[in-house]
Structures are given as C-alpha cells and as structure tokens.
C-alpha cells in the first residue's frame, strides 16, 4: 500500500475528529460537539460566509458549512472565482490545510473581516487567552458569531498548556459579547468515563497493550459513558468540556 501524502494524513485525523470512532477515548466529547456547532449554524448571518478557522490546521468543521460557503461553481461549464469566499486557517503549528502561520493573541487581519469565527481546544494553551478574545472581537463584523470549544477537565496534554475553563470563566472571558450560551459537551456522568477513558488508556503499562486496549476496554466505556449519559441529563458538576456561541 503507498504511503499516504502529508495532506491526506491530515485529511483522514480531520475526518476522525468529526466523526471518532467509538474505539477514541474522546468520542463523547467530539459527538457532543458536532451535534452542538451543527445545531449552532442557524445563528450564523446569512451567505455567503467569510470564516476564520483559529488553531484550524485539521479543520474538522469545515465539512458542516457546505451548503453555507460559496466555493468555486460551475456556471455553462466555466469555474466562476468571482463568487468564492473565503475560509482561512491559521495555527502556528504548519500543516497543508493551514493558510497563515500566526498567533491568536495576534491576528495579522484588518478589522471588521469575518462573519464567522471558530476557536476549537486552543484556548487552554495560550498564556493571555483575554488578548485572544479581543482580536476574535476585533476582526468579526457587526453581528458576527464566534464558536468556541474548551476543556473543564483533561490531563496535560503539553508542558505549554496554561488553563482549564467553566462557564462563568467563559463568560467573563466574553463578557464584551453579546448572547453568549456556554454549552456542556456531555453531563458529568459522560465527563468522569471520559475522563477514566483517557486517564486509563494514557497511563497503561506495558505500552504494547495500547492498542488491544484501544479496541476493546475503550469502546466499552465509551458505550457506558453513552448510556449513563441518559440518566444524569442535568448535572454537569463534571461537564469535561464546553462549547460556547457567541455574537458580536
């Protein structure tokens, strides 16, 4: 079998992170938040759209504004540019989906670009995530709507990260937005599996035993976590992540 290319690797981790398998220790999280941005799309203004994706180097929400996005299109045949709009990607981290290499707390835009924003798992790893909210602000037009996602509760996942959020944080972060709606990714019964999921399977020894384990205890808990989520519907004491709408 050849090996992949870079773009297609890419391709393939933004596809299992919109739709994960249940053998993915997140898949709670991840099903719950691609129920809440495709339920959040009638917020967004009317088409064409102008997006910007911060932190967007796998772009797995891309896939959910088809039908809002003016890509090329056919017209007796001839491509039409003149009706394309425009998704950029920014991250500093470089991929072949990305569009600029820049800094959230620093985005090198004029005021006043997007209709919409996403800001997916990044907030948890910038020093000054306030600076980073004011350029959101800055760059969205009017009315302009930002969707965010960030972790209540997760192991470190890198020596750089600085900060977990709940929702009145969220919403003091915001507070310069208007009709802002902090949403639990799953109840505190679906967090704490979770939680075990990525605890158990990160710390198992001997390694080896990974990806027997990937294939088996995680789907497992991942289903009860499913399930026991039907019955603590209303607490989120243990919510172990949030997304957030937000309008300018």
């Given at each position: 079998?050849?090996?992949?290319?870079?773009?297609?690797?890419?391709?393939?981790?933004?596809?299992?992170?919109l739709y994960p398998?249940?053998?993915?220790?997140?898949?709670?999280?991840l099903r719950h938040r691609r129920k809440i941005f495709s339920a959040g799309l009638s917020r967004l203004p009317g088409e064409p759209l102008t997006v910007l994706d911060i932190g967007g180097r796998l772009q797995p929400y891309r896939a959910l504004l088809a039908d809002r996005l003016k890509d090329d299109r056919l017209k007796d045949g001839v491509v039409r540019n003149d009706?394309?709009?425009?998704?950029?990607?920014?991250?500093?981290?470089?991929?072949p989906l990305l569009n600029v290499g820049a800094a959230a707390e620093a985005l090198p835009f004029r005021d006043d670009q997007f209709d919409f924003v996403i800001c997916t798992q990044v907030f948890e790893y910038l020093p000054n995530p306030a600076l980073a909210v004011a350029e959101i602000r800055r760059v969205l037009r009017l009315r302009g709507v930002l969707f965010l996602s960030a972790?209540?509760?997760?192991?470190?996942?890198?020596?750089?990260?600085?900060?977990?959020?709940?929702?009145?944080?969220?919403?003091?972060?915001?507070?310069e937005f208007e009709?802002?709606?902090?949403?639990?990714?799953?109840?505190?019964?679906?967090?704490?599996?979770r939680t075990c999921n990525v605890f158990l399977l990160t710390f198992l020894r001997p390694r080896f035993l990974a990806p027997l384990w990937q294939w088996t205890v995680v789907p497992?808990?991942?289903?009860?976590?499913?399930?026991?989520?039907?019955?603590?519907?209303?607490?989120?004491?243990?919510?172990?992540?949030?997304?957030?709408?937000?309008?300018?």
């Open positions: 079998m050849p090996k992949r290319s870079a773009l297609e690797q890419i391709q393939q981790e933004s596809r299992e992170r398998r249940v053998t993915n220790p997140n898949w709670l999280v009706v394309v709009k425009r998704y950029i990607a920014i991250d500093l981290r470089i991929t972790p209540s509760i997760f192991l470190q996942d890198d020596e750089k990260e600085c900060w977990r959020f709940l929702p009145e944080g969220l919403r003091s972060l915001l507070r009709n802002v709606e902090v949403i639990p990714e799953g109840n505190s019964l679906e967090g704490f599996v497992l808990l991942n289903i009860l976590g499913w399930a026991l989520g039907r019955v603590g519907r209303e607490n989120h004491d243990f919510t172990a992540n949030y997304s957030v709408w937000a309008r300018k």
